[in-house]
């Protein structure tokens, strides 16, 4: 599935882990991940109070439900990023630096202000198109 990250002088630069735009020539098929959080399949939570681990745990979990729809993290286009504090966005991309590459899928990340468990930091839900 070809992937283009698109950039323009017109916008200001990303100062993260993700485009301005991603373009898809898509021939296969979508896949829709919901929101993922840092349970494990144990059913415990990884990382309370520790956005970095959350976020570690939180990117297998997508990684997991793309490998089983049959795709890898490199078939991700888009991604939205729900966390409680924005003051964790470096932290976050620090870690979302070791499973996303270029060209890289477009993002959106907001603050809210509970998620579904209060030991949450962090979900994300993703889209990917699979050749």
């Not at 070809?2 to 100062?15: D, G, H, I, W």
């Amino acid at each position: 599935m070809p992937k283009t990250q698109v950039s323009t002088e017109a916008l200001r630069s990303p100062n993260g882990v993700f485009s301005q735009a991603t373009t898809i020539e898509a021939t296969g098929r979508l896949v829709f991940v919901s929101g993922m959080t840092a349970r494990r399949p144990d059913g415990s939570i990884a990382g309370v109070g520790d956005v970095r681990e959350q976020t570690r745990q939180v990117c297998e979990n997508v990684k997991s439900a793309v490998e089983a729809a049959g795709g890898t993290l490199a078939d991700i286009c888009r991604v939205d990023v729900y966390v409680r504090n924005m003051e964790d966005f470096a932290k976050i991309h620090e870690i979302r630096a070791q499973y996303f590459i270029e060209p890289l899928p477009a993002s959106t990340m907001v603050e809210v202000s509970k998620l579904a468990h209060p030991d949450y930091l962090i979900e994300i839900n993703a889209i990917a198109v699979i050749a």
